[in-house]
């Protein structure tokens, strides 16, 4: 089992949908949770970080955590063509320093 | 403010070529974590610096190495290159290594071609 999962994709929504993108995790006392977007060529950029139980808004943008299910999401309301991207679920494990990362969903916004 | 900075931002080396990269942090950042990724994948880590001292190394062979000077910059190492290190070389940027709010920002990387 992967220590971060995530759906490849591609995930198509049209331009102004809400896009959905899921991510699990297998260590349960895991604390620290991050959304990253990366540009085909460029380097990750850190969206959000979530801590605790539910939901955490920036923007567009919704980050919802779910520990007892090891389960965090990012919620993009009225997507935008330039929210085309592969977006990046990491994880800090209990007792590490590092981030774990998924391989990423790349999404696809259709105008 | 300046982000993370990271050069060279392309080399192209060959087999068993030895190679350095290097990043500066965020200004104000003492620590600073260094990550592969191949195309396709999420980024994986190799190490983590703070205040000069090794905080972090993950599942890389020996054949990589890294250090942070005083002024917090830090120089990734990777000796006898093989195919399989090509890849976008990441460095990451943080105030200090703490065990729930520590967030990373990566630098625009290093893209590194062995042929």
């Known amino acids: 089992q992967k220590e971060v999962e995530q759906n490849s994709g591609p995930l198509s929504v049209p331009e102004g949908a809400i896009a959905s993108l899921n991510c699990t995790y297998s260590?349960?006392?895991?604390?620290?949770f991050f959304w990253y977007r990366q540009y085909s060529g460029k380097s990750p950029e850190l969206i959000m970080s979530?801590?605790?139980?539910g939901d955490k808004e920036d923007g567009r943008f919704t980050a919802q955590l779910n520990k007892a299910s090891q389960y965090v999401s990012l919620l993009i309301r009225d997507s935008q063509p330039s929210d085309s991207a592969t977006y990046l679920c990491?994880?800090?494990?209990?007792?590490?320093?590092?981030?774990?990362f998924g391989s990423g969903t790349r999404l696809q916004v259709q105008p | 403010d300046a982000g993370v900075t990271q050069s060279p931002t392309h080399l192209i080396k060959t087999r068993g070529q030895q190679v350095t990269l290097r990043c500066s942090p965020i200004?104000?950042?003492?620590?600073v974590s260094w990550y592969q990724q191949v195309l396709g994948q999420g980024p994986q880590f190799i190490f983590q610096?703070?205040?000069?001292?090794?905080?972090g190394r993950g599942n890389f062979p020996d054949r990589f190495s890294a250090r942070q000077f005083p002024n917090y910059s830090s120089e990734l190492n990777v000796n006898a290159l093989l195919l399989g290190d090509s890849a976008l070389y990441l460095c990451?940027?943080?105030?200090?290594?703490?065990?729930?709010?520590?967030?990373?920002?990566f630098g625009p990387g290093t893209r590194l071609l062995v042929l």
């Open positions: 990451a940027s943080s105030a200090a290594p703490r065990e729930r709010a520590e967030t990373q920002y």
């Open positions: 260590d349960r006392g895991s604390q620290s």
């Open positions: 979530i801590y605790s139980n």
């Open positions: 990491a994880v800090r494990p209990t007792g590490r320093r590092a981030l774990t």
């Open positions: 200004s104000g950042h003492k620590s």
């Open positions: 610096y703070y205040e000069k001292e090794e905080r």
